[in-house]
């Protein structure tokens, strides 16, 4: 089968001829439809993420996929060769951008009948980014106010939905177009970060949810009330800042879990979620896609579509 592979930190991606995986007790085979890139995909491939995700080479990319069941392991109940999913491996294992790929059941739930096979390999880690630091971290409830930074990317376009469907007062940070795109998904005020100064457009929210890190961090402590929450998702809070503010803060690490994933798959059926997408690239045009999604400047989900 092909498969997009590394062979060492920081090794231009290739498209590789490697041999099919089979799987195990617990695992399924999916035919793999399509694959998103995640800005996790660049950090693993320069080594940023060493002490948490080691990887093992070579390696073949990919967390995020959408598919049909080709084939199910030992001991697997309740699914069945044709099944569509959608699922996302362990990043240490990776193997999404590949003509198949092993899933573990634990990391899998059936795909959205709404939308297109193709658009849900977008939705498991930046829709369960979002739902674990909105309900399960934040505990968002209806009637509170939120930030949302980076509301045109992948991780900021489910959390405005999420929210706004959860009843919340929903601010949110872009630029350029990203504006009117998080405008549309239902931010009650978006704020322009290239012209305006967001800690002088809001204040006293409840919760800030940041996806950029560095100074913006720092800096939404001040459009905290007292007792908010900040969840940061690319980079440990400070704590002592969050003291000195009277907050509190934490840092979410997603991780893969069924259930969730099955919980976002019904908002997107039953509530209209929509997965904003930034284009769909073919598995032979790959570098092109990787190259986009480590410039940092696109507007929701990057899809690789496997022939």
């Known amino acids: 089968m092909k498969a997009i592979r590394i062979n060492g930190y920081n090794a231009t991606p290739a498209l590789e001829d490697v041999e099919k995986p089979a799987p195990g007790p617990g695992e399924v085979l999916v035919r793999v439809k399509a694959a998103a890139l995640n800005p996790l995909d660049v950090k693993l491939q320069r080594g940023y993420m060493d002490q948490f995700f080691p990887l093992q080479f070579p390696y073949t990319q990919g967390t995020d996929l959408a598919g049909e069941i080709e084939q199910v392991g030992p001991d697997v109940q309740g699914w069945a060769p044709g099944d569509k999913i959608v699922g996302r491996t362990d990043p240490t294992a990776g193997g999404a951008f590949a003509e198949y790929a092993?899933?573990?059941?634990?990391?899998?739930?059936?795909?959205?009948?709404?939308?297109?096979?193709?658009?849900?390999?977008?939705?498991?880690?930046?829709?369960?980014?979002?739902?674990?630091?909105?309900?399960e971290s934040a505990r968002l409830a209806d009637g509170q106010s939120i930030l949302i930074h980076a509301g045109a990317g992948g991780v900021g376009s489910f959390a405005i939905q999420f929210a706004r469907n959860a009843g919340a007062r929903v601010f949110a940070t872009a630029s350029g177009d990203g504006v009117e795109i998080a405008r549309q998904l239902g931010a009650d005020k978006v704020i322009d970060y290239r012209s305006e100064d967001f800690t002088r457009a809001v204040s006293d929210v409840d919760i800030v949810l940041d996806t950029i890190g560095g100074e913006t961090e720092q800096r939404s402590y001040q459009v905290l009330r007292v007792g908010g929450q900040l969840l940061a998702t690319a980079l440990p809070p400070d704590d002592a800042l969050a003291k000195a503010h009277n907050v509190s803060a934490g840092f979410v690490f997603h991780a893969s879990d069924a259930e969730r994933l099955r919980r976002v798959v019904e908002e997107i059926d039953q509530r209209g979620v929509k997965v904003l997408l930034d284009g769909k690239q073919s598995l032979g045009d790959f570098a092109e896609a990787f190259e986009h999604q480590a410039s940092g400047r696109a507007r929701g989900k990057i899809i690789v579509v496997i022939d």
Not at 104 to 128: F, N, Q, R, W, Y
């Open 102 to 135: 092993v899933v573990p059941v634990s990391h899998l739930t059936k795909a959205p009948s709404t939308i297109a096979i193709e658009d849900a390999a977008g939705i498991p880690t930046a829709a369960g980014t979002a739902w674990q630091a909105l309900f």
